[in-house]
């Protein structure tokens, strides 16, 4: 099939159907039989990716770039949570680097401004303003550019200075101290594994049997048996005084019931993951304060090593309406030369 496809010739093979071992097998006969110089493959599995840099290489499994859905979807919703009040953030330069977008809101002082006043503000802060979407709209920013509330602005800085660019457009939110999930799977198994050390976490499970799993597994996470639909149960645990609700069953309609459950109990912020991209569409910027797109994540991993050139990051941005493929001359003048420098290496 692989020879059928055009394999002999090929620069690259992208393995992404739901089997793992197929998409490992797919990268082995292509390595073996066409050398196929490039290969990538989608791998779902914790075991196969905790063990990656021993399994995946030229003398095992060929693969030379592994893209781990559950992993990304893990890492942006840990981004997120160490920017409260953004709604996206993605690293580059080895995380020295980050773009973040933020909605502006009624008393971040440069609402009602120019652009050129932050610079008045923060004259000791390297930042550049990417993009502003107004109404759903794109706007080409510019030193005259008035930012008004709602504006969704989106900011490339040093990650070290991503709050202080954040107290321009809006209040910085107060640190996430109380976190509940919903959904013991991959990801909310991950996800909680990751909080655990820095945050009180509970977990809530409907499948009895991975509960118990799960309460063994985790060190410092209250897991609970039960359905996050129960407003009893929601009530016991004090829904209302959770800081950050995230949803990431497998199941978009019980992510965003949930949530919009939670958020009428008193949840301060809640996040969901949602499979359907119409969804997301649809959900974002309601009662649901941020939607999470696995397939938007793994788009942007894929894109970033199929395409070629000086590219040195993409990643689908707003729901898929943004992609930022270059580090523009406009943002890299903007950035101090070391971080430039890491960008275009």
Same mark, same amino acid.
């Given at each position: 099939?692989?020879?059928?496809a055009?394999?002999?010739?090929?620069d690259?093979?992208?393995?992404?159907?739901?089997?793992d071992e197929?998409?490992?097998?797919?990268?082995?006969?292509?390595?073996?039989?066409?050398?196929?110089?490039?290969?990538?493959?989608?791998?779902?599995?914790?075991d196969?990716?905790?063990d990656?840099?021993?399994?995946?290489?030229?003398?095992?499994?060929p693969?030379?770039?592994?893209?781990?859905p559950?992993?990304?979807?893990?890492?942006?919703?840990?981004?997120?949570?160490?920017?409260?009040?953004?709604?996206?953030?993605v690293?580059?330069?080895?995380?020295?680097?980050?773009?973040?977008?933020?909605?502006?809101y009624?008393?971040?002082?440069?609402?009602g401004?120019?652009?050129?006043?932050?610079?008045?503000?923060?004259?000791?802060?390297?930042?550049?303003?990417a993009?502003i979407?107004?109404?759903?709209?794109p706007?080409?920013?510019?030193?005259s550019?008035?930012v008004?509330?709602?504006?969704?602005?989106?900011?490339i800085a040093?990650?070290q200075? *991503?709050?202080a %660019?954040? #107290?321009?457009?809006?209040?910085?939110? /107060? &640190?996430? @101290?109380?976190?509940?999930? $919903?959904?013991?799977?991959?990801?909310?198994a991950?996800?909680?594994?990751?909080?655990e050390?820095d945050?009180?976490?509970?977990?809530?499970?409907?499948d009895?049997q991975?509960?118990?799993?799960?309460?063994?597994?985790l060190?410092?996470?209250?897991?609970?048996?039960g359905?996050?639909?129960d407003?009893e149960?929601?009530?016991?645990?004090?829904?209302?005084?959770?800081?950050?609700?995230?949803a990431?069953?497998?199941?978009?309609?019980?992510?965003?019931?949930?949530a919009?459950?939670?958020?009428?109990?008193g949840?301060?912020?809640?996040?969901?993951?949602?499979?359907?991209?119409?969804?997301v569409?649809?959900?974002?910027?309601s009662?649901?304060?941020?939607?999470?797109?696995?397939?938007?994540?793994?788009?942007s991993?894929l894109?970033s090593?199929?395409r070629?050139?000086? *590219?040195?990051g %993409?990643? #689908?941005?707003?729901?898929?309406?943004? /992609? &930022?493929? @270059?580090?523009?001359?406009? $943002?890299?003048k903007?950035?101090?030369?070391?971080?430039?420098?890491?960008?275009?290496?």
């Amino acid at each position: 099939m692989l020879r059928e496809a055009g394999a002999d010739d090929a620069d690259m093979l992208v393995a992404v159907t739901s089997s793992d071992e197929t998409n490992m097998v797919a990268c082995q006969v292509a390595y073996s039989l066409f050398n196929t110089p490039n290969r990538i493959a989608r791998i779902r599995s914790p075991d196969y990716v905790r063990d990656a840099d021993k399994l995946f290489h030229s003398e095992a499994v060929p693969i030379d770039h592994l893209i781990a859905p559950e992993q990304l979807v893990i890492d942006n919703i840990y981004r997120l949570i160490e920017y409260p009040g953004a709604l996206q953030v993605v690293n580059f330069a080895e995380g020295k680097v980050s773009l973040a977008v933020v909605k502006a809101y009624y008393g971040g002082p440069l609402i009602g401004n120019a652009l050129s006043t932050m610079r008045e503000h923060m004259p000791h802060i390297d930042t550049r303003v990417a993009a502003i979407f107004r109404h759903d709209r794109p706007i080409r920013p510019q030193g005259s550019t008035i930012v008004e509330a709602g504006d969704e602005v989106f900011f490339i800085a040093a990650s070290q200075h *991503i709050r202080a %660019v954040m #107290s321009e457009l809006q209040r910085l939110e /107060k &640190p996430y @101290k109380r976190i509940m999930l $919903v959904g013991g799977g991959n990801i909310g198994a991950g996800l909680a594994r990751r909080l655990e050390k820095d945050y009180s976490v509970k977990l809530i499970e409907r499948d009895q049997q991975r509960a118990a799993e799960l309460a063994e597994k985790l060190q410092n996470t209250i897991v609970f048996f039960g359905d996050a639909s129960d407003q009893e149960l929601l009530a016991e645990e004090h829904i209302d005084q959770v800081d950050l609700f995230i949803a990431v069953t497998n199941d978009d309609e019980a992510n965003i019931m949930s949530a919009m459950l939670a958020k009428r109990m008193g949840a301060k912020k809640v996040m969901v993951l949602i499979q359907r991209r119409a969804y997301v569409d649809l959900v974002q910027g309601s009662v649901i304060d941020i939607a999470i797109s696995p397939q938007q994540a793994t788009i942007s991993a894929l894109l970033s090593h199929v395409r070629k050139a000086d *590219i040195v990051g %993409v990643s #689908s941005l707003r729901r898929g309406v943004a /992609k &930022p493929s @270059k580090p523009s001359r406009t $943002v890299m003048k903007a950035l101090p030369a070391w971080l430039a420098a890491s960008l275009t290496k």
